[in-house]
């Protein structure tokens, strides 16, 4: 029932998809069953989606019109797939579980569950391909064109360079800054110590001095 | 005269009968040497279909790709396209397409132009929507995407980079493998990104694996550059594995569904996002809201002065109590 293709070719317009597909879902009648797998998926789908909706402008609960031709989307499935046997070097796909549910709009989270998908993915296909014995590292001496430029990773090198010189540059301002601070302390109190050291060392000598005369007259005796 | 009608038609149907016979006799099949010979029946007297079944043609991904764009499409987008054909070395460009007027059909006869299997349509809109058609090419399905949060590999936070033409490893989360339409997405996508084995573009190495994820309903799309010490070209070093980094190479994309057509670039709609509401209903919704605080002041304003009309406040009876003393 999928297969229109009279309709492929001026059937553009999305009313007409539409229209084809209604026709052809009266004239079959299997539209009780395909009613019941939308619910089900649209039940799916309204969990999945009232948790991460808090951020998302303007998104309404989904529309009952929506089509959804599960047998027809299988069989074309199934038309266009590879055969099943395929060797796994043709394909170079893996799966990979996110585990739980990635919030949308935590970018860190967002981007951190990406990149462990494709570092698992990469272990995963390595140690298949290391197992089939086939040459899949580049060699050290192996130079060929690039997807990014020379130029262009001359661009990204001195964006890396400035970005890095002006983190030096804040960290010495900043460092200097509390340099300046802390000298003004530093030369206080060094100021304090000195005098309290002359006060010290005057004291110390009258003290030796009233000593001596003492010692003077118990020597005198 | 209808005798003598009936007798031409009767001679081309003799015609029609002995064309057949004319090309029938197959040439033999040739090689560097020569027209080959018949193969001589075997001495087991095997019949030769029994010998042909079990060894049955190894399967050859001859995938390729036609990557195109509509007229007006702004520069940021036609980076990303751009990206696109360098990461799809089996990939073919084309010139822009006009986006209005029997698009489907001028597509279609185009990509078979090309001889190609598959095409990427980057459609734009307004200079600001950019919609994403993925199609097989003689009989469909088509995926139509809309796709957000793009950016190209010509930006500089992105810092890695990867052999052109390498074939890239595919990861795809396991929610692919839910619900049927997200089934027929995931084998679009394997179709036309992974990079046919032997193509004569590629490079034997693998030095980048693409990301594939659904979140929130939409397709995430990353490429990462692998990093990983080795010494030699078909083993790691040991515990290189734990030691391998991923560095992001781009472009960045998130594919929304919006439909998916059993045609190619038309036919009957398999099906449609129940969630998707298209940009410009968005933009709409938000001016909508701003129109709406103008109104909302407005009416403030109007509901005051009722309120104050209704109850007028009564006159003050120290109002002139100060009065008489100056």
């Known amino acids: 029932m999928a297969r229109h293709h009279g309709g492929s070719v001026d059937g553009w317009t999305w009313t007409c998809g539409g229209a084809l597909i209604m026709v052809g879902l009266s004239s079959e009648d299997p539209l009780v069953h395909d009613e019941v797998d939308m619910d089900d998926v649209n039940s799916d789908v309204d969990e999945s989606d009232s948790e991460d909706d808090s951020g998302e402008e303007a998104q309404a609960t989904p529309s009952d019109k929506a089509i959804y031709n599960r047998e027809a989307i299988l069989e074309k499935l199934e038309d266009i797939a590879w055969p099943q046997n395929v060797d796994w070097m043709h394909k170079l796909n893996i799966d990979h579980d996110q585990g739980e549910k990635v919030d949308v709009n935590d970018d860190l989270a967002r981007e951190l569950a990406f990149y462990t998908q494709a570092l698992d993915g990469t272990r995963q296909a390595f140690e298949k391909l290391q197992s089939m014995k086939v040459r899949f590292l580049r060699p050290m001496d192996y130079y060929a064109e690039m997807v990014k430029t020379d130029a262009h990773m001359h661009k990204i090198k001195g964006r890396l360079l400035t970005e890095k010189k002006k983190i030096e540059e804040a960290e010495e301002r900043k460092k200097a800054r509390e340099a300046r601070k802390r000298s003004k302390e530093v030369q206080a109190e060094k100021k304090k110590e000195r005098a309290k050291e002359k006060k010290e060392q005057i004291d110390s000598v009258k003290k030796w001095r009233k000593q001596r005369q003492q010692g003077d007259f118990a020597k005198g005796k | ?326």
């Open chain 2, 1 to 326: 005269m209808a005798k003598k009608r009936k007798h031409t038609e009767a001679s081309a149907q003799e015609v029609a009968a002995e064309k057949p016979d004319d090309s029938a006799p197959t040439r033999p099949e040739r090689t560097l040497f020569g027209f080959k010979k018949p193969a001589a029946p075997a001495p087991d007297a095997e019949p030769p279909s029994a010998v042909a079944s079990p060894r049955a043609p190894p399967f050859r991904n001859k995938e390729k790709v036609l990557v195109t764009c509509s007229r007006r499409i702004t520069f940021r987008y036609r980076h990303l396209m751009q990206d696109m054909v360098s990461l799809l070395p089996h990939a073919k460009k084309d010139s822009k397409v006009e986006s209005k007027q029997s698009k489907g059909a001028a597509l279609n006869e185009l990509v078979e132009l090309r001889s190609c299997s598959s095409c990427l349509f980057f459609e734009c809109r307004k200079q600001k929507d950019l919609y994403l058609w993925m199609v097989k090419s003689p009989g469909g399905p088509s995926v139509k995407f809309l796709v957000n949060a793009v950016h190209s590999m010509e930006e500089l936070k992105l810092t890695g980079n990867h052999l052109k033409g390498s074939r890239p490893l595919l990861t795809f989360s396991t929610n692919f493998d839910e619900q049927p339409h997200w089934k027929l997405v995931k084998e679009m996508l394997t179709q036309v990104f992974a990079t046919p084995k032997d193509h004569r573009k590629a490079k034997p190495f693998h030095d980048h694996v693409f990301v594939f994820s659904i979140v929130d309903g939409h397709v995430w799309f990353r490429n990462y550059q692998i990093s990983v010490p080795h010494n030699e070209i078909d083993k790691v070093d040991k515990g290189g594995l734990d030691k391998m980094t991923l560095i992001e190479v781009g472009p960045r994309f998130c594919l929304n569904p919006i439909k998916i057509f059993a045609g190619s670039f038309g036919g009957p709609t398999l099906y449609e996002n129940p969630y998707y509401i298209s940009p410009n209903q968005i933009r709409a919704l938000e001016k909508r809201k701003k129109a709406g605080k103008y109104a909302k002041k407005v009416k403030a304003k109007v509901r005051r002065k009722m309120h104050e009309m209704e109850n007028t406040l009564e006159p003050d009876e120290f109002a002139d109590m100060w009065k008489g003393e100056d």
